[in-house]
């Protein structure tokens, strides 16, 4: 009997950090067969291309989730920070390959920064290219990690209320068709969600290059009641949103085919500054 073919076997990787293996992998195969990623390198993207969106709707992910936020121990995806701050401070939402992810925990280095994707084995590339520059370079990286999840199901799982600083969606899928609206990452109840895990002040960052969903994204929270938009000034000053601008995959893809980058920010307002629901103002 002839060997399995590559495009059969599995991958394995061999690793020393703590980082949890991401759930899932093991419904996929990888192209050039076992040891793609020898313990400790860079892994390289061509072995960890995936489909560019997945369905956030379907009940097919395979994935497993605790019950409450005390139920889950963040300790495995930050080995070398203290246990008062394992929980992560600021999400990036559909990280991709990680270069947000990446670059804000060096930007914000008190910050613990959590990237979630839904695609596994883009977020094994993510949490690979983590382990590689925590051995690559001592002591920095380690308030960084990636996490499969589905945020448009169970981000409330996970996260404590008002325990963000910070939350990036950028790039979403756009989901063009109005029957797939509903997909979208950006809704009132998503937002509500958001608004739960964002302390009082908090930052919630937004960027896209179709014009047509920065128009939603506008739309949805500008009408939700805990939400803000930042000044210009404001937001032009943060250098969060240089980063978000420029450092993404995504965001250097559409730099090259020349299209533009509609983005917001927006703050959560503190809950004594949001008029209260009325039987006058409820339905408006």
Not at 94 to 101: M, N, V
Not at 204 to 222: F, G, M, N
Request: aromatic fraction near 10%; include cysteine.
């Amino acid at each position: 009997m002839s060997d399995p073919s590559p495009l059969a076997k599995k991958q394995k990787v061999e690793s020393t950090s703590e980082i949890p293996e991401i759930q899932g992998l093991e419904d996929y195969t990888f192209r050039d067969g076992e040891d793609i990623t020898p313990a400790g390198a860079m892994p390289q993207k061509k072995y960890y291309r995936s489909r560019a969106h997945a369905n956030p709707l379907s009940f097919n992910d395979n994935l497993t989730y605790p019950t409450k936020p005390a139920d889950f121990d963040w300790q495995p995806y930050y080995p070398e920070l203290p246990a008062s701050k394992i929980a992560p401070t600021v999400i990036d939402i559909g990280c991709g390959f990680g270069g947000l992810t990446v670059e804000l925990s060096s930007l914000l280095p008190d910050a613990t920064v959590l990237g979630l994707e839904i695609r596994a084995k883009v977020c094994e590339y993510v949490r690979l290219r983590v382990i590689s520059l925590r051995e690559s370079e001592k002591g920095k990286y380690k308030n960084a990690a990636c996490m499969r999840s589905n945020t448009m199901k169970n981000l409330v799982n996970y996260l404590n209320p008002k325990s963000l600083d910070k939350i990036f969606i950028c790039f979403p899928d756009p989901h063009f068709k109005a029957k797939n609206h509903r997909r979208r990452i950006v809704s009132y109840d998503l937002l509500t969600e958001y608004a739960y895990c964002l302390k009082p002040n908090a930052l919630l960052y937004l960027i896209t290059d179709v014009k047509a969903l920065h128009e939603w994204h506008l739309e949805k929270t500008d009408s939700h009641e805990m939400f803000e938009r930042l000044d210009e000034e404001t937001m032009e000053s943060d250098p969060c949103v240089k980063a978000m601008i420029n450092v993404t995959e995504e965001g250097k893809k559409v730099e090259r085919s020349g299209s533009n980058k509609y983005y917001m920010v927006y703050r959560r307002l503190p809950e004594e500054s949001v008029t209260p629901p009325s039987p006058e103002n409820f339905l408006k």
